[in-house]
């Protein structure tokens, strides 16, 4: 990190993001180097006139530079510790980091926290890490770091999980492991009162989905009496809500026997021994499909059909497709909870998507809530692309 800074040369015209202080290079609008970066070196960008605009992280792919400083200054551990600070600031702020309820939210949201290419979320004592490019990969002992230093006692371990999120074109050995701590730990976090296992060892993500925290407690308000499906379940959040919520039954399904196991073993830590609850692990087309039961209440929570533009078109028509069996099966009078977490999906990609299911299984359908991830989120205002997670709540008659 001490070494002098590479320079990329921008084409004639190709500062206007930067401008704008998007967050992200394109590898097109780059002339040429000045120095040899190896991947996930600090680059300094100048514009074709030579005026310096940006510093980040340089990498192989698309995006070839991820902007970290607009002002220059060093990416050094200091520059951690302040934007680590500013981060708990925040979550402080929205009553996140001090709550007596709620242990686990998302600490560093990448671009939406001025940290591209990171991802920390707190399961009480235990901080997951992940690296979304190579930067942050190597800087990840000096994160480690700060990160003890900013949360100042709070935290015993940091668990370091990067096998699924490196770039691949990143000539690196993918690897994972505590950076701190790591001894006597308790994987059982806690949110708006409720437990739950956190599989960071081997679970999607960093071992459990913090982004539908509100969302979670907003389906409990609708429980009460509900027959509940919770689709795509993983580990089984929306079905605790539902059951502290007062669902009459809770079925969750997942295609994923691990994740059935875990969504068994959360529910049992909250309601042990209720007969109120199913899993099973099946296909979810198969299951709507085949069910028996009516439900009243359904939670439509998919992994992301797109990762990336190409695949935007298919993904629309699975949406669809997957929204119109719900609106088929679900009881007259019912209530759907439906998401899409693709981040090529807009808003209005999705809502037209669910706007095709209605029509084509002819029912009259109610918007009664338009959701989205929550404040430990955030959304860096120069960065649209960092809204991902988009949801409708529907009452279907």
């Known amino acids: 990190m001490n070494k002098q800074p590479a320079k990329a040369y921008l084409r004639k015209g190709k500062e206007d993001s930067l401008n704008r202080y998007h967050p992200w290079v394109f590898s097109g609008a780059i002339h040429h180097f000045e120095g040899e970066p190896e991947e996930g070196d600090v680059v300094e960008v100048y514009t074709g006139d030579n005026r310096y605009i940006a510093t980040g992280h340089y990498q192989i792919g698309s995006i070839m530079v991820r902007v970290l400083s607009f002002e220059g200054e060093p990416i050094d551990p200091s520059y951690y510790l302040r934007h680590l600070n500013e981060a708990l600031k925040i979550r402080e702020r929205i009553g996140l980091a001090n709550s007596t309820e709620t242990n686990s939210f998302r600490l560093v949201h990448g671009e939406g926290d001025n940290l591209p290419g990171l991802v920390i979320d707190i399961y009480d004592k235990t901080a997951v890490m992940q690296a979304h490019s190579v930067g942050m990969h190597k800087d990840r002992n000096i994160i480690a770091e700060a990160l003890l ?6 935290l015993q371990h940091i668990y370091y999980k990067s096998e699924t999120t490196l770039p691949y074109k990143a000539n690196i050995l993918e690897e994972s492991g505590f950076l701190a701590g790591g001894k006597d730990v308790c994987n059982i976090a ?37 027959k509940v499906l919770n689709m795509f379940c993983y580990t089984g959040g929306f079905s605790f809500y539902a059951m502290r919520g007062g669902a009459e039954l809770v079925h969750s399904v997942d295609s994923s026997q691990k994740a059935i196991d875990l969504t068994n073993a959360n529910v049992g830590l909250n309601f042990p021994g209720d007969s109120r609850h199913q899993a099973f692990a099946e296909d979810a087309f198969k299951f709507l499909d085949n069910m028996q039961e009516q439900y009243n209440l359904i939670i439509l929570d998919p992994p992301a059909f797109a990762k990336h533009k190409n695949a935007l078109h298919n993904a629309l028509k699975g949406y669809s497709r997957l929204n119109q069996k719900a609106l088929e099966k679900i009881a007259p009078g019912g209530i759907l909870f439906t998401f899409s977490c693709s981040q090529v999906v807009t808003k209005d990609n999705f809502r ?6 209605a029509a084509y299984a002819h029912r009259k359908v109610r918007i009664l809530h338009q959701l989205h ?25």
């Open 149 to 154: 230093k900013v949360m100042n006692g709070r």
């Open 190 to 226: 806690m949110e708006n009162g409720l437990q739950f296992h956190v599989d960071w060892l081997k679970g999607q993500k960093t071992g459990f989905f913090v982004d539908q925290r509100e969302n979670r407690k907003l389906l409990e308000q609708y429980s009460k009496g509900m």
């Open 352 to 357: 037209n998507a669910v706007f095709t299911a």
């Open 373 to 397: 991830q929550p404040a430990d989120h955030p959304i860096n205002i120069y960065h649209p692309e960092g809204e991902y997670l988009k949801g409708l709540v529907l009452y279907v008659e």
